[in-house]
């Protein structure tokens, strides 16, 4: 078993010691359902993690990123959060694990892109000043998974979904107990992304879900089920989707997946008028119109996206990622205010308004939001 693990603690009231007397007792009952919907467990094989311990590592890596890392020491328990260049661009995106009884020198586990992870590594270590503060990747050790309802989105901020909204609700799942070898949190960005688990890397999760009373529905283990629901959301992860110091945090939507904290200042990238840029693109959800032949000839990454008409000379956006029948695209907002319908090489696509999206937004332009957080 990983020794990375060894600091985490296992929250066990006197009734979920009872129920465990219990089941011993009667090993041949299976345990009660926990939900009435299947869930999914995805390995998230395109995510790595780093932990990083030593005395101020908090503080440390609180100087570094556009979070406010210090809500780790009361409530939260996971954060999303950008790493940006000196120029307010991102680099690097993370989520951000709580150390060990919310001590400044426990040991803090960053999730980020599995192809950047050595890159995000150096970039710690460049700005470190004090030797005793250990950056180490716990690749071999650690995966990470996420649990998810893949129907839960449908009734995302949809107050009228009724019992519809009732059966598709992940909630049980923040009350889980799956040992003193496993980190979990609620994923911090949106609500539909279900559960973010760290466990070691030998560790089936599905099975262990199983075991605890969770309906688990099948999967391929290709993460398709998961990047489906993010694209649905309008949520880039990593590099081949964000890209690698050209977006400002607004423009994947930073203010909305709470990775951006406006009463902080002074870390690297950060500027006094950063956040008072009109933001005019956004990474934001697309749909895709044909056949599967059409699909593999027009939709590559990092494909131009025009207007239907074919009217403007430049392209309105660019395609980032592709799970079909949906995927992801950096948009100009002007241009998808006037017409949500646009073209990707021959294929017809449309732009989706994203749950979160005010139903009001008719401007030619989307200011970045202020964060009271």
């Not at 890596?61 to 954060?79: F, G, I, K, P, V």
């Not at 400002?248 to 939507?253: D, F, Q, S, T, Y």
């Not at 494909?303 to 992801?328: E, F, S």
Request: glycine share 8%; aromatic share 6%; net charge positive.
């Amino acid at each position: 078993m990983s020794t990375v693990f060894t600091k985490f603690r296992r929250f066990c009231t006197n009734m979920d010691r009872m129920e465990d007397q219990d089941r011993t007792a009667r090993p041949d009952k299976p345990p009660r359902a926990l939900n009435s919907e299947p869930v999914m467990a995805e390995r998230a094989k395109t995510r790595s993690v780093l932990a990083i311990s030593g005395p101020k590592s908090l503080s440390f890596l609180n100087s570094l990123t556009t979070n406010e890392l210090n809500q780790l020491r009361h409530d939260a328990t996971c954060l999303h959060t950008f790493f940006l260049n000196a120029k307010g661009r991102i680099i690097h995106e993370a989520l951000v694990y709580s150390p060990d009884e919310g001590d400044d020198d426990g040991t803090i586990f960053v999730e980020c892109d599995i192809s950047s992870l050595q890159a995000l590594q150096t970039h710690l270590i460049m700005y470190r000043t004090k030797t005793n503060i250990e950056i180490r990747s716990v690749e071999q050790d650690v995966a990470v998974w996420t649990v998810f309802d893949p129907k839960e989105i449908d009734t995302f901020g949809d107050e009228s979904a009724g019992g519809e909204k009732k059966s598709h609700n992940t909630s049980f799942l923040d009350n889980v107990d799956l040992g003193s070898d496993v980190l979990s949190s609620r994923d911090p960005r949106m609500w539909p992304l279900g559960v973010r688990i760290l466990a070691p890397k030998d560790m089936d999760v599905s099975a262990t879900l199983r075991g605890a009373g969770v309906k688990i529905s099948s999967s391929d283990q290709t993460g398709g089920n998961y990047r489906m629901v993010r694209y649905k959301l309008g949520v880039a992860e990593g590099v081949a989707e964000i890209g690698y110091g050209r977006s400002l945090p607004a423009e994947i939507n930073g203010d909305y997946t709470n990775a951006i904290s406006q009463a902080k200042s002074g870390y690297v990238g950060w500027t006094a008028d950063g956040f008072k840029a009109t933001i005019t693109r956004r990474m934001l959800p697309l749909r895709f119109q044909g056949t599967g032949a059409q699909y593999a000839a027009h939709l590559t990454p990092n494909a131009p996206i025009t207007d239907r008409k074919g009217k403007k000379r430049a392209p309105i956006g660019y395609l980032r990622g592709i799970q079909l029948p949906v995927g992801l695209g950096l948009m100009h907002i002007p241009s998808v205010l006037v017409d949500t319908h646009c073209t990707v090489g021959k294929m017809a696509t449309e732009c989706m308004r994203p749950p979160w999206w005010k139903p009001d937004a008719r401007k030619p332009a989307i200011v970045a939001q202020e964060m009271s957080r």
